[in-house]
């Protein structure tokens, strides 16, 4: 597959991805040959008439499941040697800006999307390589959340948002939150622009922007600090 990050998403709602892949950077990104989307769906690996993706679950309880024989079938016809297969579920691993930095090195990510009450546990058993949880809550379906991981990861392709250095000074990337930022007017509804980020003092505005990083850790994510 080359050196071409190759994203799949397998979902029951393709049109949702396909509008999210369709705008801003993700369609420049696949435009500038960054990474390969493919959008999969799910439905297309059923084997009945009405493409039943879902049924209920043994043992009782609500809602549906998601069967697992459609996600072998799509999984198998896409993945590729060495290809990690994401499962979005909120018991998975947290996910923070190493893991979206990790991920950027990967050559091809194949994401399960969830709806309903869950996937079959024989899909986490046989096919998935990480389970992936956005935050603690919960999501009617998991092309959502994947959305988000995806989002996270090809922004830090080489040349995606224009510059080596767009991303280096970011939040989360030294486990702390990002300096404020300030752009023109200079007054704006009596509220000014610090005046140091006006002296032309470059080393005094490193100095100013690290205090304000961590004192903005410090108050908002103190469990960053420790």
């Known amino acids: ?14 049109r949702m991805a396909r509008g999210f892949l369709d705008e801003s950077i ?13 959008v999969i769906n799910l439905r297309d690996f059923t084997s009945d008439r009405h493409q039943t993706v879902d049924d209920r679950p043994y043992g009782g309880g609500p809602g549906m499941i998601l069967k697992a024989e459609p996600f072998f079938k799509a999984v198998e016809s896409a993945r590729t040697p060495g290809a990690r297969v994401i499962l979005m579920s909120p018991q998975g691993r947290p996910f923070r800006q190493d893991l979206a930095a990790e991920l950027a090195l990967e050559r091809h990510l194949i994401f399960l ?10 899909v986490s058993q046989a096919l998935v390589t990480d389970e992936i949880s956005i935050g603690d809550y919960i999501l009617t379906n998991g092309t959502l959340a994947a959305t988000v991981v995806i989002d996270a990861v090809v922004r830090l392709l080489p040349n995606v948002l224009g510059a080596e250095d767009a991303t280096e000074e970011e939040s989360f990337n030294d486990s702390r939150l990002e300096y404020p930022q300030y752009t023109r007017p200079e007054i704006f509804r009596d509220l000014r622009v610090p005046d140091i980020l006006l002296t032309g003092d470059h080393a005094a505005i490193a100095r100013w922007r690290e205090e304000q990083s961590h004192q903005r850790t410090a108050a908002r994510r103190p469990d960053l600090l420790t």
């Not at 999307?113 to 996937?119: I, K, L, M």
């Open 26 to 38: 993700m369609k420049r990104a696949s435009q500038q040959a960054a990474v390969a989307f493919r």
């Open 113 to 122: 999307c969830g709806h309903y009450e869950g996937v079959d546990e024989r």
């Open 1 to 14: 597959m080359g050196d071409l990050l190759h994203i799949d998403i397998i979902t029951i709602f393709p």
